[in-house]
């Protein structure tokens, strides 16, 4: 079952090798608590063998997966509209767009049935406390992207539909996922979207509008990958 198959991914990820001085890697998975939400969550929405398309964003950050294992989900949209109770209490932003997504496309159980949210490195980084994504140092990227090429198809023979991705960051994820791609051939075609944490925080006054985008273009990958 595809549950089980992404338990033991995210159960057995090892620590990046040579992350220069100064980042620090966050692993929620080697935490009892953060892995039995983990459970509970891909065993309510992934306990079949159906293919998926998938949706890759940077890397987690510390109030969604970094605390609670999901990507793109903290604790109150765990509890609210995945019905999985937690004693956990943050807010992200790109959780918060992401669920506005998902409840107009039919809520979670519909939503999930069909895509898989991760990350391009499913482990995040911090430094001096504050989230990092992979590209903002030029040192860090270089030393993540083997562990991106490696996890990114391990992901993908979990039971990912390889005709279309669909990459969270248009911007240098994007770049640095079509780069991958032309040297490993994951996927036939990457679809980019704007990042939901750019969509809140700078874009928000469009935020219908950006909805309609996400909505409309995960509709159109969706068909063609069934």
Same mark, same amino acid.
């Given at each position: 079952?595809?549950?089980?198959?992404?338990?033991?991914?995210?159960?057995?990820?090892?620590?990046?090798?040579?992350?220069?001085?100064?980042?620090?890697?966050?692993?929620?998975? %080697?935490?009892?608590?953060?892995?039995?939400?983990?459970?509970?969550?891909?065993?309510?929405?992934?306990?079949?063998?159906?293919?998926?398309?998938?949706?890759?964003?940077?890397?987690?950050?510390?109030?969604?997966?970094?605390? %609670?294992?999901?990507?793109?989900?903290?604790?109150?949209?765990?509890?609210?509209?995945?019905?999985?109770?937690?004693?956990?209490?943050?807010?992200?932003?790109?959780?918060?767009?992401?669920?506005?997504?998902?409840?107009?496309?039919?809520?979670?159980?519909?939503?999930?049935?069909?895509?898989?949210?991760?990350?391009?490195?499913?482990?995040?980084? %911090?430094?001096?406390?504050?989230?990092?994504?992979?590209?903002?140092?030029?040192?860090?990227?270089?030393?993540?992207?083997?562990?991106?090429?490696?996890?990114?198809?391990?992901?993908?023979?979990?039971?990912?539909? %390889?005709?279309?991705?669909?990459?969270?960051?248009?911007?240098?994820?994007?770049?640095?996922?079509?780069?991958?791609?032309?040297?490993?051939?994951?996927?036939?075609?990457?679809?980019?979207?704007?990042?939901?944490?750019?969509?809140?925080?700078?874009?928000?006054?469009?935020?219908?509008?950006?909805?309609?985008?996400?909505?409309?273009?995960?509709?159109?990958?969706?068909?063609?990958?069934?």
């Amino acid at each position: 079952m595809l549950d089980k198959r992404i338990i033991d991914f995210l159960s057995k990820l090892p620590l990046p090798k040579g992350i220069p001085a100064g980042v620090e890697v966050m692993h929620p998975y %080697t935490d009892t608590g953060v892995m039995r939400l983990v459970r509970d969550f891909y065993t309510k929405f992934y306990h079949d063998n159906e293919v998926r398309t998938g949706l890759f964003g940077i890397n987690p950050g510390r109030h969604g997966a970094g605390l %609670t294992g999901i990507p793109f989900t903290d604790p109150k949209r765990l509890r609210d509209h995945c019905g999985i109770d937690n004693i956990l209490s943050s807010h992200e932003p790109s959780s918060e767009f992401v669920y506005m997504v998902i409840d107009r496309m039919g809520g979670p159980a519909e939503f999930y049935k069909r895509f898989f949210i991760s990350s391009l490195s499913p482990l995040g980084f %911090t430094a001096e406390g504050k989230n990092l994504n992979y590209y903002d140092r030029p040192d860090l990227q270089k030393a993540i992207e083997p562990y991106i090429a490696i996890t990114l198809e391990q992901q993908i023979q979990l039971g990912l539909h %390889t005709q279309t991705a669909v990459i969270l960051g248009a911007g240098k994820n994007l770049k640095f996922i079509e780069r991958l791609n032309e040297q490993k051939s994951y996927f036939g075609r990457i679809v980019g979207l704007p990042h939901p944490r750019f969509i809140i925080q700078y874009k928000r006054r469009f935020l219908d509008d950006y909805l309609d985008i996400w909505v409309r273009t995960l509709e159109d990958v969706g068909s063609q990958n069934m």
